[in-house]
T-cell receptor, first 115, second 112 residues
Framework: DAGVTQSPTHLIKTRGQQVTLRCSPK?????VSWYQQALGQGPQFIFQ???????QRGNFPDRFSGHQFPNYSSELNVNALLLGDSALYLC??????????????FGPGTRLTVT | GIQVEQSPPDLILQEGANSTLRCNFS?????LQWFHQNPWGQLINLFY???GTKQNGRLSATTVATERYSLLYISSSQTTDSGVYFC??????????????FGQGTILTVHP
């Protein structure tokens, strides 16, 4: 049973550039969420995708956008990178949208460094 | 939105000791999960426990939803238990719908 996978593992970008991170959910899962974890902090919710639509969004600017594909995989795009975007980006998956619908599982993360 | 507080922020133990980590939350929840984050950043699921008590080996957890807290117990700690422990909840209110809100974590260090 494949777990949540993310790519790439590490990424170094320059201020102002754009980046795309990728996530494949756990087998059987159809809902994908993205989280940003700054050093020493707990993960912060960015947004959630279900049926290829953004269903909920956290307190992040429009520079952060996403997409979900028919096979449930997802991308996170960040435009006009700032130094403060340096963080570990985590993808999580679960089944359905109903809040009580069970556990979320996380991928290994992509560590983004903006210089 | 819902607030999650974890205590203590740091915990240092000798191998073999027992410990209790606490998670308080400010509102009703639909989900509650405990995670262990390893040094490489991977969040490992420990418990999915919106209410009640569960045990898995040396670890157990209890959530008292009516009093808005959860406890994670680690018995006979080992050096491999070191890392950051997070509590995360999905609030029952409209603004928390579907997303996990994390606490700041407890950093556990177990010395041999």
């Amino acid at each position: 049973d494949a777990g949540v996978t993310q790519s790439p593992t590490h990424l170094i970008k320059t201020r102002g550039q754009q980046v795309t991170l990728r996530c494949s959910p756990k087998s059987g899962h159809d809902t994908v969420s993205w989280y940003q974890q700054a050093l020493g902090q707990g993960p912060q919710f960015i947004f959630q995708y279900y049926e290829e639509e953004e269903r909920q969004r956290g307190n992040f600017p429009d520079r952060f956008s996403g997409h979900q594909f028919p096979n449930y995989s997802s991308e996170l795009n960040v435009n006009a990178l700032l130094l403060g975007d340096s963080a570990l980006y985590l993808c999580a998956s679960r089944i359905g949208l109903t809040p009580s619908m069970g556990e979320q599982y996380f991928g290994p993360g992509t560590r983004l460094t903006v210089t | 939105g819902i607030q999650v507080e974890q205590s203590p922020p740091d915990l240092i133990l000798q191998e073999g000791a027992n410990s209790t980590l606490r998670c308080n939350f400010s509102d009703s929840v639909n989900n509650l999960q405990w995670f262990h984050q390893n040094p490489w950043g991977q969040l490992i699921n420990l418990f999915y426990i919106p209410s009640g008590t569960k045990q898995n080996g040396r670890l157990s957890a209890t959530t008292v939803a009516t009093e808005r807290y959860s406890l994670l117990y680690i018995s006979s700690s080992q050096t491999t238990d070191s890392g950051v422990y997070f509590c995360a909840v999905v609030g029952a209110g409209g603004t928390s719908y579907g997303k996990l809100t994390f606490g700041q974590g407890t950093i556990l260090t177990v010395h041999p």
